[in-house]
């Protein structure tokens, strides 16, 4: 199988996995992939990782368990637990008993790209993507139209999800807006929210 057709089949298993599991995107956040999590037997642990690892997936036995780094903000969180998820419907089998750490991008690079791409169909499909991003009406020239895009995103996702996704679709090039800090101009257009200020 060709690598794009590795990641198109991956992007099909999300939305049939979505469909399945009756996903909102407007409604999808960390407490609704606790469910899913809890229907599917997912043991969700709280162990001590070191830094560059987001997560690890495991399963022994048929005991499945996710590791968090818990220091992830809201959307990298629910980003990497539904990336766990593709590896538990996908890697499970050829995995046997042994581990995943996800952000190892080098020693498992397929299956882990593989992982962001399903990560990403599920939380917020492509169609559905491009379709809001038409109603909007925004062609983004500068920076803060990608906050304008944020701000209006009715999905949980980052910046860097928003920034890819523009990127595949063509609406950006790749690296355009490197080293912008969004959520820093976020805060210049519209100010600190009251639970990030300091007292
Ligand atoms: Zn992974």
Same mark, same amino acid.
């Given at each position: 199988?060709?690598?794009?057709?590795?990641? /198109?089949?991956?992007?099909?298993?999300?939305?049939?996995?979505?469909?399945?599991?009756?996903?909102?995107?407007?409604?999808? !956040?960390?407490?609704?992939? #606790?469910?899913?999590?809890?229907? /599917?037997?997912?043991?969700?642990?709280?162990?001590?990782?070191?830094?560059?690892?987001?997560?690890?997936?495991?399963? /022994?036995?048929?005991?499945?368990?996710?590791?968090?780094?818990?220091?992830?903000?809201?959307?990298?969180?629910?980003?990497?637990?539904?990336?766990?998820?593709?590896? +538990?419907?996908?890697?499970?089998?050829?995995?046997?008993?042994?581990?995943?750490?996800? !952000?190892?991008?080098?020693?498992?690079?397929?299956?882990?790209?593989?992982?962001?791409?399903?990560?990403?169909?599920?939380?917020?499909?492509?169609?559905?993507?491009?379709?809001?991003?038409?109603?909007?009406?925004?062609?983004? #020239?500068?920076?803060?139209?990608?906050?304008?895009?944020?701000?209006?995103?009715?999905?949980?996702?980052?910046? +860097?999800?928003?920034?890819?996704?523009?990127?595949?679709?063509?609406?950006?090039?790749?690296?355009?807006?490197?080293?912008?800090?969004?959520?820093?101009?976020?805060?210049?257009?519209?100010?600190?929210?009251?639970?990030?200020?300091?007292?």
């Amino acid at each position: 199988m060709t690598r794009s057709a590795y990641y /198109e089949d991956l992007k099909e298993l999300a939305r049939q996995k979505r469909a399945a599991f009756c996903v909102n995107t407007a409604a999808f !956040g960390l407490a609704e992939v #606790r469910v899913i999590y809890k229907q /599917e037997g997912i043991c969700l642990d709280h162990w001590p990782l070191p830094r560059k690892v987001k997560a690890l997936y495991m399963c /022994e036995d048929g005991d499945c368990s996710v590791a968090l780094q818990p220091t992830l903000p809201y959307e990298p969180k629910l980003f990497a637990l539904v990336h766990e998820l593709k590896h +538990h419907f996908r890697d499970r089998v050829a995995l046997g008993s042994g581990v995943i750490h996800c !952000g190892d991008y080098d020693a498992n690079e397929l299956i882990e790209k593989g992982a962001e791409v399903f990560a990403a169909e599920f939380i917020y499909p492509e169609a559905e993507f491009s379709a809001d991003i038409q109603a909007l009406g925004i062609n983004v #020239r500068q920076a803060s139209d990608i906050v304008e895009i944020k701000r209006n995103c009715k999905a949980k996702i980052s910046y +860097h999800f928003i920034r890819k996704r523009l990127e595949r679709l063509g609406h950006i090039t790749a690296g355009q807006f490197d080293g912008v800090q969004f959520q820093k101009l976020e805060e210049q257009i519209y100010g600190v929210p009251f639970y990030r200020r300091r007292r």
